[in-house]
């Protein structure tokens, strides 16, 4: 074994560490990722994506070539290992990998734009923070424009640290909000001790 020192640049992540904690980014990743896209030129966006914006697989004219498509769309999956803020925008837009049309990807430049205009935002671990776990939670209920299925969106905090996050699809139909709020507790709650176990 080898000692390589310090931890600054790992598979696309980096890492800066100061006296207040650590800090993780993709900042060069998002870079080489819009060079590749070739829209360093374009204006940013406020939002990742529209709040009205409801993406079903008939909208648009199926792409010609949907590869550009799919490489854009997991290099975004990759880039939620640091930020929260595009994981329910790339979960929309990761639905439709199989027939992408041109509405979905208008839907992924926003994306981009958005990327773009935060480059530098990342996930802040602080050196000093209390040992507490907070959880928050919201529910798309029956947010599906084609199946009716609810979205679950989670994230948990340890103190000031962001630990874990997710944005899924429900795997039922629910009957009612309620129905679907008792769903994402007991997933929220055996997730939770995956977490304890884990961290």
Known sequence: M???GPLSYFLGLQVSSCSDGYYLSQEKY???LLARSGITDSATASTS???NARLTSFDGVPLQDPTLYRQLVGNLIYLTVTRLDIAYAV???SQFMFDPRTIHFTAVLCI???VKGTLGHGLQFPSKSYLVMFEYFY???TGGPTDRWSTTSYCFYLGDS?????????????????ESEYRVLAHATSTTSEVLWLR
């Open 2 to 4: 080898k000692d390589l």
């Open 49 to 51: 994506l529209d709040s």
């Open 139 to 141: 529910i798309d209920w």
């Open 30 to 32: 998002v870079s080489d």
């Open 91 to 93: 979960h929309i837009v």
């Open 112 to 114: 981009l734009c958005y």
């Open 162 to 178: 962001l630990i874990s996050w997710r944005s899924k699809k429900q795997t039922v139909v629910s009957r009612s909000n309620i």
